[in-house]
Structures are given as structure tokens and as C-alpha cells.
């Protein structure tokens, strides 16, 4: 959808594609490219293709997922909409991925037996009770994070934030030039490239 509003896909847009340097415009094949795998290849903001064109993520904030990310430690077996509308927040699943690690749960759980990213769940990353452990979703992109999930023995960490759309509030999509890195494309509209809003 993003590209079709920067360039004109021609011959269709296709996620057969696998690159740091997409998603972007072909333009040997007048085609629009996104990556089928992200998670495995993600964005590189040095990456460039000689005969493509970038879409890049772009902002003006130094720290941009702290600036609309508020960590909330939720009680147990309490979703996170309930957690996050407690504190006076709204719970986003977008910025769930970038929560799920030991280092966030430590911040805010005492994980007396550790942390361990053994287990599957869209109620992690949280805090587990009868284990006295901290766990973190070993498939955070086949099972995701859900506000609405939780589980009777755990204690969620929450994603929240007051802005209705927390990515697009702090992220600006440049079209890059052909054969230009995304550094060098946000850098000419005033911007900094953001891997992790890519």
C-alpha cells in the first residue's frame, strides 16, 4: 500500500523478494518489491540496489520508539488493555516486537529464576508466577503480542502510548532515487533512517 503512494507499480507490486534494501521500486522490472522475509533480512539503512529505489524510514526523533512507548507492568492475569487503560494509555501491538527481551522484563520484574525465551504465547513477554521466572515469546512473529490476552498465572509487561497511530506519528516516508541507501535519501529531506521503524 505505502509503495503504490510513492511509486508507480506498473507491472504489480510482489513479496517474492528478499533484501535489506526493500521494500522499494525495481526499476528493470517496473515493479514494486517487498521483502517476504523481514524478520530474517530486515531493513539496512546503507543498503542500496543499483537499478532500485527505496521506500525509507525516516524521522526527526533521536530515540523514536521511547518517544510514544510507555512500558506498563500489568498485574497478574490482567490483559493489556486493561493494564495500559489503568495507567491512562491505550495498548498497541505494533510495539509489542519491540518489548519481547529479558532486558525489558528486567527493568520491571525481578526474574529469580531467569529468563528464558523457551516459550510461545500472545501474552508475552510477562512475568511468570509459579516459576518465578521471566519469559519471552520465542516466535513473536507467527504468535504476536494481543492487548486482550492474559494468562491467570502471569503478569504481562505492556507496549503503551497516548498516540492513536504511535507509528506514523513519529515516521516519515522519503522516496528515495534510484541506486540511493535510505541514510542518504532521509538525510535530503532533513530526516535520519530508522531501522527500527522499518
Known amino acids: 500500500h505505502h509503495l503504490s503512494l510513492?511509486?508507480?507499480?506498473?507491472?504489480?507490486?510482489?513479496?517474492?523478494?528478499?533484501?535489506?534494501?526493500?521494500?522499494?521500486?525495481?526499476?528493470?522490472?517496473?515493479?514494486c518489491l517487498v521483502n517476504k522475509q523481514p524478520h530474517r533480512t530486515p531493513l539496512h539503512c546503507d543498503a542500496a540496489q543499483a537499478d532500485s529505489a527505496r521506500l525509507c524510514p525516516c524521522t526527526d526523533e533521536p530515540d523514536p520508539i521511547s518517544s510514544i512507548l510507555e512500558l506498563v507492568k500489568g498485574e497478574r492475569g490482567l490483559s493489556c488493555n486493561a493494564a495500559c487503560a489503568r495507567a491512562g494509555f491505550t495498548c498497541s501491538e505494533e510495539l509489542g516486537q519491540r518489548i519481547n527481551s529479558c532486558h525489558h522484563?528486567?527493568?520491571?520484574?525481578?526474574?529469580?529464576?531467569?529468563?528464558?525465551?523457551?516459550?510461545?504465547?500472545?501474552?508475552?513477554?510477562?512475568?511468570?508466577?509459579?516459576?518465578?521466572?521471566?519469559?519471552?515469546?520465542?516466535?513473536p512473529h507467527r504468535t504476536p503480542l494481543h492487548c486482550d490476552a492474559a494468562q491467570a498465572d502471569s503478569a504481562r509487561l505492556c507496549p503503551c502510548t497516548d498516540e492513536p497511530d504511535p507509528i506514523?506519528?513519529?515516521?516519515?516516508?522519503?522516496?528515495?532515487?534510484?541506486?540511493?541507501?535510505?541514510?542518504?535519501?532521509c538525510a535530503r529531506a532533513g530526516f535520519t533512517c530508522s531501522e527500527e521503524l522499518g
Open 168 to 185: 506514523s506519528s513519529i515516521l516519515e516516508l522519503v522516496k528515495g532515487e534510484r541506486g540511493l541507501s535510505c541514510n542518504a535519501a
Open 6 to 31: 510513492h511509486f508507480k507499480c506498473q507491472t504489480g507490486c510482489t513479496a517474492n523478494y528478499v533484501g535489506s534494501y526493500l521494500p522499494g521500486f525495481d526499476f528493470m522490472k517496473q515493479r
Open 105 to 139: 522484563l528486567s527493568l520491571h520484574f525481578k526474574c529469580q529464576t531467569g529468563c528464558t525465551a523457551n516459550y510461545v504465547g500472545s501474552y508475552l513477554p510477562g512475568f511468570d508466577f509459579m516459576k518465578q521466572r521471566c519469559l519471552v515469546n520465542k516466535q
